[in-house]
């Protein structure tokens, strides 16, 4: 099928799709960010007082990253794709679990923490297949290299690249966020009015907006389930059978 031919389904996927994956969220009351305050590691005020202190929590959320693998949601929305389906991806989160397994159209909102990137120039990234950024590292303009990741206070950068995608939605999935991160969260209202919108998460009954159908599953379950339906029809619909589970 030619791509422009079939129905477009874009993902937004938050941070619970990668907490199944053992990464843990900055609300988790343990791991990582349990012995860090945001306001000391993540945003442009601790970068300026201590960055040292900031690369290191990132180095080893890095290293947390590349110990997870990809979970069955990841691997059922790489399968979709890889089947002929129209798939864009939009995540907050900064993991790479959705490449890893296979989906080639990412968008990522909050910045890639595989990467580095220039402190004085936006546009200049850096891959880390292996290791993190120490002090001294420095971009080709001579600038300290920091975390390719959007701290808190700082803006957007895709976001409009993002809205974009969701105004091309045939069916809008979202899976594991809370929507109440903005802007991110505001993603929906730029979907099309006619553009069915489905919401995965353990407790979606609870934060499900009106107009948005909830399946009150793990990303692990709830998504690979719907992801079957669709590829045994052929196309993207609600299947009663999924939404009654």
């Excluded at 890095?62 to 995540?91: C, M, W, Y």
């Excluded at 303009?141 to 950068?157: A, C, H, I, N, T």
């Excluded at 991160?181 to 730029?190: I, K, R, T, Y």
């Amino acid at each position: 099928m030619a791509e422009h031919r079939v129905p477009h389904l874009v993902v937004f996927t938050g941070a619970g799709i990668s907490a199944e994956s053992g990464i843990q969220t900055f609300r988790a009351s343990d791991g990582l960010w349990a012995d860090h305050a945001i306001e000391d590691v993540a945003t442009p005020d601790a970068w300026r007082r201590d960055p040292e202190r900031v690369l290191r929590f990132y180095d080893m959320r890095r290293d947390q990253v590349r110990r997870a693998n990809p979970n069955a949601a990841h691997e059922a929305l790489a399968a979709l794709e890889k089947q002929g389906f129209r798939v864009s991806i939009i995540t907050q989160n900064i993991d790479d679990l959705h490449e890893r397994a296979g989906s080639r159209h990412v968008l990522h909102l909050h910045g890639e923490i595989v990467k580095a990137r220039s402190s004085v120039d936006p546009r200049m990234h850096y891959p880390l297949p292996c290791g993190g950024i120490a002090l001294g590292d420095l971009c080709d303009k001579g600038s300290q290299l920091r975390p390719d990741v959007v701290w808190f206070g700082e803006s957007v950068p895709h976001f409009g690249a993002a809205c974009e995608i969701a105004g091309q939605a045939d069916l809008l999935l979202v899976v594991g966020t809370s929507l109440a991160v903005m802007p991110a969260a505001s993603l929906l209202e730029h979907a099309p009015l006619d553009a069915p919108c489905v919401l995965v998460d353990p407790e979606a009954n609870a934060l499900v907006p009106p107009g948005v159908t909830a399946i009150s599953q793990p990303a692990g379950k709830g998504v690979p389930a719907l992801v079957r339906h669709w590829q045994s029809e052929g196309r993207l619909w609600l299947p009663e059978a999924v939404l009654e589970e």
